[in-house]
């Protein structure tokens, strides 16, 4: 009860001193129930969405997808006859039976061929309006579609785009265009996480989506009172057979959900691992706060020991005081952590996916993980500092108060720190020297834990010779204030150490993407700069193939010299040593592809395997199947027959773009796979006629503005897609981590501000003879940018390293460039000084506003 007692009087005396280490806890605590709440909250909506939209039965094609794509890339979804619908009626337990349409594989536009997809991601969904919507949709305008020339929208989508009704829409696909006149709007009576819906009536959802009449994509059934949906699936099998696919409500929600959760697991773990690097952060906090308090507290402990106090009380005293900041923080934490939650559902509405506060969820499991992390990772780091209070002497108590014990990094910490440093840099040179990225990946995460360990326990050692240079550059020109300024900062090197760590960890991950992601883009560019011939690329950016109607549009264009298609099709391969390759990719393209496309062979003319009964294999795929020139495979189409193809050429390995391609002439597939079944072209590329590049770019733009689906690039618009790509992705983790930077920052001022209060009698006797309220804050600024840039000379340097490494495992897949970007380097660099001006505001304004006498006169 004593110690709990002197516990709670020493935390709330130095309150103070304790907030912004709790407030780093909150921060770390807040992250992770955030992401927690957030994710389990987009789990409800989508649980709900799929369990108003399920029917207690539903059937589809054996091939047929939840998510209504086609299967069979000939932009159709896959269908059953109009004849299911009355089998299943005739099932026993069957109350209802009705036969739907939708496809996914849409695109729907305005009177202006303005797109009207979700900007989110989300599906376009084009259906017909069945009894199943009319349960969980309201029609609040206008009237559900009757005929040909009338389409109704849902209420979100109309509000986004201000379509009102009797305005005029497309909906374009591979089946062709129709437009009809919006007749009705539909409001969900569930949350709908951003996708834009269109109703038809039935027979035109029939003829637009699939191109015949009588057929459907599913049949919604439902059961019978007291029938189950599980008695319900088994009778209707055994009226329809096995030949298509039978979910009970629960097996299709349950499928849509693996498909929806997959993503959102990946974003959680990924926001949580950013969150774990907050926390990692926080502890060097939290390591410096109690360590300089256990300092300033030397005199203190040592009266307690000298009046009684056991080493174990005095430990048991200051983790007390820990468990008190954890709780405090964490329970702080969890708290804003709903609020961040709230907010990203905000976000995400600015962004076009529609999520209500009505589901928000807080699983009992979130605060207790909040709570838990946040007492664990503050008690934790706190067990360093208790350890030193516990050998405080009675004897400590006769000397001033203040006076370190740790000075200068002990030899063993230096030692270790170089021997994990020397392991970390031995790994990475092992990643560098690896045969196969797979192996490397494997040496670079050990070199990059390693190495980041072995610069946290060296730091001390550290701190002195690079404060020393950074003080000769930058401080000396400032006389004898800017010598002070770097005597402070070397006058405790494990704690300028610690401090400049806690900024090194975030840095070090910036400056270690930014190498990859500008390598990455850089060797890009320098394979299509050496490989590609063709003068426009024209795809759909997700993924969606081109339809028969745009390509045509695309031959006829002015000024084009040559037009190639590209498709791929799913197929089995029986190579000549009796195995076989399940699901691989044939390329099938138009021979000019040779001209569009540089392809580097090992064996044979790639121009051959467009010849008919040819194509082209990979040189692993030729490896390890023993093939050469002339060797025969055995090719089995999905959608169509077997065929026996001459292999004529193999293709390298080292290309970045079609790497692991297997080519052969749409002819020749052509004569093995019906043309029902041919899918579309996942791009087309075209060349100009010599000289009329610009005026071919014009052209074609304008031959597809009646398809906005489909961007045509030339070879810079691409390059430039591909950086701009990268670039968001980077942003995006670049944010993530600014949430570890925040609590680096926090760290910075947590030091500064300790500092001063530490050296409150040197600063009153500065004052005294003669230093002025402007050289004190000035010293204290330049402190602080001393600390700050050598966190981020460690970390940029440290990050480069990684960055040069992880590039290396790159140029195994084929992109060779290592490209530093040194603005963005030396951007993160100043960057930083600024970082440390800032975070020396709040501790230079208090050290100038101290009373002289009061500060001489502190004990």
Known sequence: MTVMKTSLRNFFAHKGRMALSAVAVLLSVAFVCGTLVFTDTMNTTFDKLFAATSSDVTVSAKSASNTGETTAGNGKPPVLPAAVVDEVRKAQGVKSAEGTVFSTSVTVVDADKDNLSPSSGAPTIVGSWNGQDARTMKITEGAAPTNSGQVMVDADTADKHDLKLGDEIGVINAVGTHTAKISGIAAFQVTNPGAAIFYLDTRTAQRTLVGEPDVYTNVNVTAASGVSDAQLKKNVVAAIGADYKVQTAKETADANRKDVGEFLNVMKYAMLGFAGIAFLVGIFLIINTFSMLVAQRTREIGLMRAIGSSRKQVNRSVLAEALLLGVVGSILGVGAGVGIAVGLMKLMSMTGMNLSTDDLTVAWTTPVIGMVLGIVVTVLAAYLPARRAGKVSPMAALRDIGAPADAKAGVVRAVLGVLLTGAGGAALYLATAADKASEGSLWLGLGVVLSLIGFVVIGPLLAGGVVRVLGAVLLRAFGPVGRMAERNALRNPRRTGATGAALMIGLALVACLSVVGSSMVASATEQLDKSV??????????????????????????????????????????????????????????????????????????????????????????????????????????????????????????????????????????????????????????????GQQDAAYKALKSSLHDYPQYKVRDQTDYKEALKEQIGQMLNLIYGLLALAIVVAVLGVVNTLALSVVERTREIGLMRAIGLSRRQLRRMIRMESVVIALFGALLGLGLGMGWGATAQQLLALEGLNVLDIPWPTIIGVFIASAFVGLFAALVPAFRAGRMNVLNAIATD
């Open 533 to 690: 011939g063709t003068d426009f690329i024209i795809q759909n950016d997700q993924g969606q193939p081109l339809t028969p109607q745009a390509v045509q549009a695309v031959k006829k264009t002015p000024g084009l010299e040559r037009v190639t298609e590209y498709k791929l099709l799913d197929a089995d391969l029986i190579t000549p040593d009796g195995k076989t390759s399940k699901n691989e990719t044939i390329n099938a393209t138009d021979p000019s592809y040779v001209e569009d496309l540089r392809t580097e062979t090992v064996a044979g003319d790639l121009a051959d395997a467009y010849r008919p009964g040819s194509m082209s294999v990979f040189e692993g795929f030729a490896t390890e199947h023993d093939l050469k020139i002339g060797s025969k495979v055995d090719v089995a189409f999905e959608d169509g027959r077997t065929a026996s193809l001459t292999v004529r050429a193999i293709t390298s390995d080292e290309v970045v773009i079609d790497k692991g391609a297997m080519y052969a002439s749409i002819a020749t597939v052509a004569q093995h796979v019906p043309a029902e079944k041919m899918p579309l072209d996942a791009m087309v590329l075209a060349a100009a006629k010599e």
